[in-house]
């Protein structure tokens, strides 16, 4: 038969169960002083305290008997369950008499001066208090379903424990798995805008954009296992990212950075900010001849976390939604927002009132230190 063992210790359990029977042997000491008081008859102090205590000390002792035969047999189906225990409890309540009895003539030989032998005195006892050996088969069955009701307890909070690990190692996954797919998106534009000046050769800014695309990997791989890193780590791998795209579009790209300090030690999902800029590239500044312009603006404001991406360029189409966009990108960014946040984001990308295109995300202003950044 498979054992099991219920949520707390054996240490934890053997100080529990002697606190529990402690109380309730002073409960029946007091019920029982009541009552015969209220009746007017002389409550004798010791022996009753003796009878008592010695009574409650044996099914202290054999509670852990129960203990043993519960984990033995718990996972039986209810007829072989109830034909071991039924006759057990029996045994169990004529064992107790004889324990607590014995206890406690042991005990009062100790400071009184026997009225007969032991062994007539202890049968003696026994024919006359047999009727008290129902309280064993009672205090057995009691025992048994506390420790039920603790079993299942335990089963209840290990199967909660258990489902929110997997959920959180699943969210883990999904992320992984959304970051993954952003890297090679990225590295495919990259290595296409390299091939494209070998051809035109300007093996100089080729040579200049791969060792920028080195140390930008090497950056990425570095946060493997990442989710959240703090905005200022962040903007330092943006800006690397940002040093390829000026030398793909040389003197044409002005790049502007408006970070408010309070927001560099707020917490940010890593390489989040990679795929929106690679959209304002392909969209926007690429579409159009003109000088182009990248503006990265952050604010706190109160208990949220503001970050803004303005690029120049043409605008959204009139019928453009979030939602019927099936580029990688923006897609993936909303999925892994979505697991981050749930619902504590914004995310919106619109037209600027002249020309060119901003997204805003909006997110809970974190410190780093509130967040586990590597994965579980």
Known sequence: MQKTSLFISKQKLFWINLAVWVI???LAILKQAYYMMRAGNEFMWGDEILWTSMDYLSMWILSF?????FLRTH???????????????LIFGLVNLSLSLLLTMGISRLIREPKMAFGEAFIHNIQQFL???????????????GLF??????RYKNQTILSLELESRLNQSQLQTL????????????????????RSDKGPKAVQMISGLSDLLRESLAREGEQFVSFEEEVKLVKKYLEIEEVRFQDRLSVHFEIDPASND??????????????????????????????????????????WIDNSGPTLPDDWVMKEQKGIGLTNTCTRLKQLYGEEFSFSVFNLSLSGVSTHLVIP???ISAHTTKAL
């Open 179 to 198: 970051k993954m797919q952003l890297q090679p998106h990225f590295l495919f534009n990259a290595l296409n805008t390299i091939s494209m000046m070998v």
């Open 24 to 26: 309730l042997t002073l």
């Open 65 to 69: 008997a129960i203990y043993g035969l």
């Open 266 to 307: 707020l917490t940010f999902p890593s390489l989040l900010l990679q795929p929106i800029l690679e959209n304002a590239f392909k969209h926007g500044i690429s579409q159009s001849l003109e000088d182009a312009i990248l503006r990265v603006k952050s604010e706190v404001i109160e208990n949220e976390f503001h970050v």
């Open 365 to 367: 202003a974190r410190p």
């Open 75 to 89: 996972r039986m189906e209810l007829k072989p369950f109830l034909s071991i225990h039924l006759p057990l409890s």
């Open 131 to 145: 009727s008290f050996s129902l309280n064993g088969v009672i205090v057995y069955w009691l025992v048994m379903i």
């Open 149 to 154: 009701a603790l079993n299942f307890y335990a």
